[in-house]
């Protein structure tokens, strides 16, 4: 059974750094991504990649978060930069198969001002 874990997440000032990792087991992954979600608000997309390397990247976070893959050991990377209070989120990873996809428990980014 897949299930993605997360991990990275913390507390950091404005303008650090967080990197965030995602591994599962089990199935080969045509996209890997990262959600968010603050409170009060909705889920919302903040970067895909595919198994080939494409990439997709909420306008918000442009310039600044880098998503990338480990296709060997089935883990998705969110590397953070410049981080704003506005980035403050729980957030998760989301891995796609042709019949389904998975959701993480989520791992709670904090950035103070």
């Known amino acids: 059974q897949v299930q993605p874990v997360e991990s990275g997440g913390g507390l950091v000032q404005a303008g650090g750094s967080l990197r965030l990792s995602c591994a599962a087991s089990g199935s080969i992954f045509s996209t890997m991504g990262w959600f968010r979600q603050a409170p009060g608000k909705q889920r919302e997309l903040v970067a895909t990649i595919t198994i080939s390397g494409s990439t997709n990247y909420a306008d918000s976070i442009k310039g600044r978060f880098t998503i990338s893959r480990d296709n060997a050991k089935k883990t998705v990377y969110l590397q953070m930069n410049s981080l704003k209070p506005e980035d403050t989120a729980v957030y998760y990873c989301?891995?796609?198969?042709?019949?389904?996809?998975?959701w993480g428990q989520g791992t709670q980014v904090t950035v103070s001002s």
């Open positions: 989301r891995l796609y198969t042709p019949s389904r996809d998975y």
